[in-house]
């Protein structure tokens, strides 16, 4: 599976950015899509995670009421949309694939990966 994220910017806080991830390669709609974010000096850490059937999502609590995973079978997409930015949320944003049967909110587990995506909020 490759997969390339793209929606990142330049926002102020309070504001709204979506981010999208689309996948080519093996059959999308069989994997768990995750994001993961990265800020600087920081390690990567869980975000988001959608299943493959799109039925189940889990949040990381620090976003948990302002992010919404959603996904786009039939486009082969996933998406990020958030909302009521803040400062803290300034990171690399990172798409993953994960073929197991249940979700995950381990960085590991994740077999692919995509290049991710620059989200800088401003006080």
């Known amino acids: 599976v490759q997969l390339q994220a793209s929606g990142g910017g330049l926002v102020q806080a309070g504001g709204s950015l979506r981010l999208s991830c689309a996948a080519s390669?093996?059959?999308?709609?069989?994997?768990?899509m995750g994001w993961f974010r990265q800020a600087p000096g920081k390690e990567r850490e869980f975000v988001a995670v959608?299943?493959?059937?799109?039925?189940?999502?889990n949040y990381a609590d620090s976003v948990k009421g302002r992010f919404t995973i959603s996904r786009d079978n039939a486009k082969n997409t996933v998406y990020l949309q958030m909302n009521s930015l803040k400062p803290e949320d300034t990171a690399v944003y990172y798409c993953?694939?994960?073929?197991?049967?249940?979700?995950?909110?381990?960085?590991?587990?994740?077999?692919?990966w995509g290049q991710g995506t620059l989200v800088t909020v401003s006080s």
């Open positions: 959608i299943r493959w059937t799109a039925g189940t999502t």
């Open positions: 390669g093996r059959t999308f709609s069989r994997y768990n």
């Open positions: 993953a694939a994960d073929g197991d049967w249940t979700i995950s909110t381990i960085l590991q587990e994740y077999e692919y």
